[in-house]
């Protein structure tokens, strides 16, 4: 079953502004996990936060963690145009494999 | 160098017709993954070997059959293909440690399977 659901599923914003993405999941985690997909590409990780972790941030990339309600947000700060692409959150719900969400497609426009 | 290798990146065939794709790592991994991107970029797991031995097997239809020669290859065999295989069908790799959850995982360029 589908463990994490990502809001919204489309963004488009402008080159220089903030996008941030939220991903709600559903049963108990180890660690959620962040990764980036272009266009016709496989996808690329970006970070990863463990439970116990509240905020991490990479380079532009800031990932938040509210394990009381389920969710966690990415916020990319001063977007660029090569951001565009689809994001996903990634869960491991307590085993041994992740599970994706739905995704976000970003729309940066120069 | 590539990390995560898969052949052929594009995949046209007919209905009921056998078909495989092969998938190569190179970062020194001991686990692979396939997994299904449908066409609403919905990504689900497949199966997953660690050190050759099968570890994940979801509810796929027994038409799609992995093998792991050994620990840098996974290859997907699929048989009697329908027109609902057709998908990007990706393969990842990753360190496992028995115990711990999963680390991250490491994409190859995907495949894209049509099926007419």
């Known amino acids: 079953s589908q463990q994490g659901e990502e809001d919204p599923q489309a963004l488009s914003i402008q080159e220089g502004e903030n996008a941030t993405m939220n991903c709600s999941y559903k049963?108990?985690?180890?660690?959620l996990q962040w990764y980036r997909q272009n266009s016709g590409r496989g996808l690329v990780h970006l970070i990863l936060i463990r439970s116990n972790e509240r905020e991490k941030h990479s380079g532009r990339l800031r990932v938040t963690l509210d394990t009381s309600k389920k969710s966690s947000s990415l916020l990319i700060t001063a977007s660029r145009a090569a951001d565009t692409a689809s994001y996903f959150c990634?869960?491991?719900?307590?085993?041994?494999?992740?599970?994706f969400g739905t995704g976000t497609r970003l729309q940066v426009f120069p | 160098d590539t990390a995560v290798s898969q052949t052929p990146k594009y995949l046209v065939t007919q209905m009921g017709n056998d078909k495989s794709i092969k998938c190569e790592q190179n970062?020194?991994?001991?686990?692979m993954y396939w997994y299904k991107q449908d066409s609403k970029k919905f990504l689900k797991i497949m199966f997953s070997?660690?050190?050759?031995?099968?570890?994940i097997n979801e509810t796929v239809p027994n038409r799609f059959s992995p093998k792991s020669p050994d620990k840098a290859h996974l290859n997907l065999h699929i048989n009697s293909l329908e027109l609902g295989d057709s998908a990007v069908y990706f393969c990842a790799s990753s360190r496992l440690f028995q115990g711990a959850p999963p680390y991250e995982q490491y994409f190859g360029p995907g495949t894209r399977l049509t099926v007419t």
């Open positions: 049963t108990s985690i180890n660690n």
């Open positions: 070997y660690n050190n050759k031995e099968l570890i």
């Open positions: 990634a869960t491991d719900a307590a085993t041994d494999k992740l599970i």
């Open positions: 970062l020194g991994h001991d686990t």
